[in-house]
């Protein structure tokens, strides 16, 4: 189901506008839909939940959607993206759960798609057939951007906030160029070797790429957790600057040549705030000094 006729969320009217020719995009380009959904059981996926005591794990879900829009090639399966997921309102006791951080489909940088929970957690087979060995493993960085504290999921290297540093030459990799993200990349039809690859996937809507979970305790104020995918943190055309996703045209496309420009489908975490975090706040509030009434003399 396409994500952008779900519940209310503060993306939809903007991604409503982009659809329908609201924002500058030429009007008959196709797009590439990076829908973001959370679950608290790991089988019903949602643009939006609460969490209201500790302890509870969000898992989260990308799934990617080709949208042609007076395309006159459809592609036949997906091919990469590179990209890196972020979680606003970052708490210092909120928790990145373990993951596939490195390697590749054939060494356990990838997992299967399980439902339930908990489930594995990291790029979906076989969409992880390159990536990161273990000196430079993805991790969650803990950084503020524009006052907002941020986890965002990248290499271990990649230190900088999306958009950021070098724009050209060999560091332009942090943070600039994409380059350093979560690479989501399935090998071409062509070139799956069937005795040690699995099977190349096809199909161009919702395709599952990767899977994470986050544990979010409760603080003293409520928050909203919205996860994320700033583009600027994706795949760069060099000839265009327009970050795209690539898609296969057919199994003798070795390349990914059909591209098309990324929007993104958030969702949204409601944190309330747990028994202790009231106790506590109350508490702050009863040494709070009142003010002495002044009695005036007659």
Do not use: C
Request: proline share 6%; aromatic share 6%; net charge positive.
């Amino acid at each position: 189901m396409n994500t952008i006729h779900r519940l209310n969320h503060p993306l939809r009217a903007v991604l409503l506008a982009a659809i329908a020719g609201g924002v500058t995009h030429a009007v008959g380009q196709s797009r590439t839909l990076l829908d973001l959904t959370v679950s608290l059981d790991g089988i019903n996926w949602l643009n939006a939940v609460t969490v209201d005591r500790p302890g509870i794990t969000v898992q989260v879900r990308a799934s990617v959607t080709y949208q042609a829009n007076g395309s006159t090639q459809i592609p036949t399966a997906f091919s990469f993206l590179t990209w890196q997921p972020t979680a606003s309102n970052w708490a210092a006791q909120d928790e990145l759960l373990p993951f596939a951080d490195r390697g590749n489909n054939l060494n356990g940088g990838a997992v299967t798609d399980q439902p339930g929970m908990p489930a594995p957690y990291g790029r979906i087979i076989p969409f992880a057939s390159t990536g990161p060995t273990s000196s430079d493993p993805y991790r969650g960085h803990v950084q503020n951007a524009g006052g907002v504290n941020y986890l965002r999921i990248a290499r271990t290297s990649i230190t900088n906030w999306v958009g950021q540093g070098a724009t050209s030459g060999t560091t332009a990799s942090n943070n600039f160029n994409g380059a350093g993200g979560v690479a989501n990349v399935q090998k071409s039809a062509g070139n799956v070797n069937p005795t040690v690859d699995p099977p190349f996937q096809r199909g161009i809507t919702d395709i599952v790429i990767f899977k994470f979970a986050l544990r979010l305790e409760p603080t003293a104020l409520s928050r909203q957790v919205e996860i994320g995918a700033p583009t600027e943190g994706m795949s760069r055309n060099t000839a265009s600057g327009a970050r795209e996703a690539s898609w296969f045209s057919g199994d003798g496309d070795n390349s990914g040549t059909i591209k098309a420009q990324v929007i993104v489908d958030g969702a949204m975490i409601t944190v309330l705030p747990g028994p202790a975090s009231i106790a506590m706040l109350g508490l702050a509030f009863t040494f709070v000094p009142r003010r002495r009434r002044m009695m005036r003399k007659a």
